[in-house]
């Protein structure tokens, strides 16, 4: 591979241009995201978003925190990376400290009906949760507002001094943060109406919640995160406290010119790829907010190692 080869090239071509901070102030990293209540972990699928989360809530218990992780949707991800075979319902002790919850969509209605909405006991409440998950499916914003009203929840009783929520990604977020304005655009008056507009009140508020978006320094994960900027900051439903970009390659700490002196062969060839993807990520990184970078972990490592490892990553970073 030559230094004017077409993967160099390409890349020359492709720099981003910048993008500018949104009108939010951004928090610091990760002290002040940790003293957020709720904490939403959102990114393009595959970015890690998972590992994050579980590597925050292992950082935020090991200083003294009780917290709770919360899997919004298939939580096997965050399963892996907590070390556990599965996450339910009930809080699952991972660690001193640390629980794992997995939400179901139809306890997390019963939940609501019979917490939020004070609906009696006496009432058939499967009935009536089977009913309303069927309405669920159709009606807009009452799939996202039990969903995203579980974490919430966990919040405003006070059992946890953070609910790190792994959230759904970016192209489904966005239904999930407006649902409580859905809600109350449709509901004139209710006890419906009147939890929608707390749960609303409890994501814009910036001493509250907090949203953490998680991406790597690709063209594809990078435009998602800027457009999600973009619109969040918009909209204003919720402070972005960070951007994290993860699996960033580390400068090989040689110039192109002494690799490319290197004889034909594996090594060279290696040398010019990894200056090609740093190039590349470079690029990308510097159209993001400049948060901390988490690296790239070379070798083999179980989920939960990743998470472990990051913990200690951003451990470093306070």
Request: hydrophobic share 45%; with cysteine; proline share 8%.
């Amino acid at each position: 591979m030559s230094h004017g080869s077409p993967l160099r090239l390409r890349l020359q071509r492709t720099r981003p241009t910048i993008l500018s901070e949104g009108p939010q102030e951004r928090c610091g990293y990760p002290e002040a995201m940790l003293e957020h209540r709720l904490l939403i972990v959102s990114g393009k699928g595959g970015v890690g978003k998972s590992a994050v989360s579980a590597a925050l809530g292992i950082l935020a218990a090991r200083r003294g925190k009780r917290v709770l992780v919360l899997a919004m949707i298939q939580p096997s991800g965050l399963a892996a990376h907590l070390g556990v075979d599965s996450l339910s319902y009930e809080p699952t002790r991972i660690r001193p400290g640390l629980f794992g919850v997995a939400i179901d969509r139809s306890h997390a209605l019963e939940e609501y009906l019979g917490l939020q909405l004070h609906v009696p006991r006496s009432l058939p409440m499967r009935q009536l949760s089977g009913a309303l998950n069927v309405l669920a499916d159709t009606a807009p914003g009452i799939r996202e507002i039990v969903t995203m009203g579980k974490p919430i929840f966990e919040v405003l009783r006070g059992e946890w001094d953070l609910v790190i929520a792994d959230a759904p990604p970016l192209g489904q977020l966005q239904s999930y943060l407006s649902a409580p304005q859905t809600i109350t655009g449709l509901v004139p008056t209710g006890a419906v109406r009147e939890q929608a507009a707390r749960l609303e009140s409890t994501l814009a508020d910036p001493a509250t919640s907090g949203l953490l978006l998680v991406t790597t320094p690709e063209e594809l994960a990078v435009l998602e995160t800027r457009e999600a900027i973009a619109q969040i900051d918009a909209d204003r439903q919720i402070l972005i406290t960070g951007v994290v970009a993860n699996r960033v390659l580390e400068p090989l700490g040689v110039t192109a010119h002494d690799v490319g002196a290197l004889p034909d062969g594996p090594a060279r060839a290696a040398g010019l790829l990894h200056l090609g993807l740093v190039e590349s990520q470079s690029s990308w990184l510097s159209s993001i907010p400049n948060d901390p970078r988490l690296p790239f972990l070379f070798g083999f490592h179980t989920p939960a190692e990743v998470a472990a490892r990051l913990a200690e990553i951003c451990e470093a970073f306070a």
